[in-house]
């Protein structure tokens, strides 16, 4: 079920339901190489949900898109939100899920420049006590790990690369151009900062060093099959993943004890 779809009248039900579940795709809006919209993973997340809702009833929240990227400030068409601001919107954000009474928010990552921001975000809960529990799913995980068998070196694929591009032509194919896909090597890591890389330095502009352009591996093995596989694959993760937490109580309960001893920390 789609929040935005649902009628006033129709939203009580539906949270009871759901079991008080809700799932909200964490995207953004960013340059994809020369051949995907901007929206790329706002419609993959999509993608994935829709999957999910199919097999599981869930409440969706509409597309949100105001997550990390500020990498990609320099590439028109971005849309990047202060880190305060991106914090503050996503803590309002849950306080209205839970206030409307569905106090199991699964965030899932759809996009990969958020995983720093949702395993940060996902600690900071231990600051102040609340009403819900955030939980994290990362479908990519699923896709990428040794769960499919992808036609295409692994090394090829990269942001932009065959799997993005795979899932847009399964998803979207009027939004894909393939002739556009470069046949050079634009896709390729300029590893510009190599020489802190080998040394196990990490700095903030380490990916405008590796891929400025924002494209990755070569998107020219992408098919619309193995699109159709990968969201496949992640929406089945997902959904095992929803009914564990609709079954679990005891992140709540371990994290009502936890604020009670917080209080007066002791031994
Ligand atoms: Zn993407």
């Not at 300029?190 to 080998?198: G, I, P, Q, S, V």
Request: glycine letters at 8%.
């Amino acid at each position: 079920m789609r929040w935005e779809e649902l009628t006033g009248d129709q939203f009580v039900a539906a949270v009871d339901e759901c079991e008080g579940v809700c799932l909200i795709a964490l995207s953004v809006v960013e340059r994809h190489g020369h051949h995907l919209p901007m929206g790329t993973d706002m419609y993959e997340g999509r993608g994935i949900l829709e999957r999910v809702a199919a097999q599981e009833k869930v409440i969706l929240f509409p597309d949100y898109i105001f997550t990390q990227i500020p990498e990609a400030r320099h590439l028109a068409g971005t849309i990047s939100i202060d880190g305060d601001l991106m914090i503050q919107l996503l803590d309002n954000v849950c306080r209205e899920i839970a206030r409307n009474g569905l106090k199991k928010i699964v965030f899932v990552n759809a996009h990969g420049g958020n995983n720093g921001l949702v395993a940060f975000y996902n600690m900071r809960q231990l600051y102040k006590p609340s009403d819900y529990v955030v939980y994290l799913v990362n479908p990519f995980f699923a896709a990428f790990g040794s769960e499919l068998q992808l036609p295409w070196p692994r090394e090829e694929d990269g942001h932009a690369g065959p799997g993005e591009t795979s899932m847009m032509r399964a998803l979207r194919p009027d939004l894909v151009n393939m002739e556009l896909v470069p046949d050079d090597d634009e896709g390729k890591a300029r590893n510009r900062l190599a020489h802190l890389r080998e040394a196990g330095v990490q700095t903030g502009i380490w990916w405008y060093a590796d891929h400025p352009t924002h494209y990755a591996g070569n998107a020219a093995h992408a098919t619309a099959e193995a699109g159709e596989q990968m969201l496949d694959v992640m929406a089945a993760a997902v959904v095992r993943a929803v009914r564990a937490i609709k079954a679990d109580t005891e992140a709540k309960r371990l994290q009502d004890e936890f604020f009670a001893r917080s209080g007066t920390p002791s031994v």
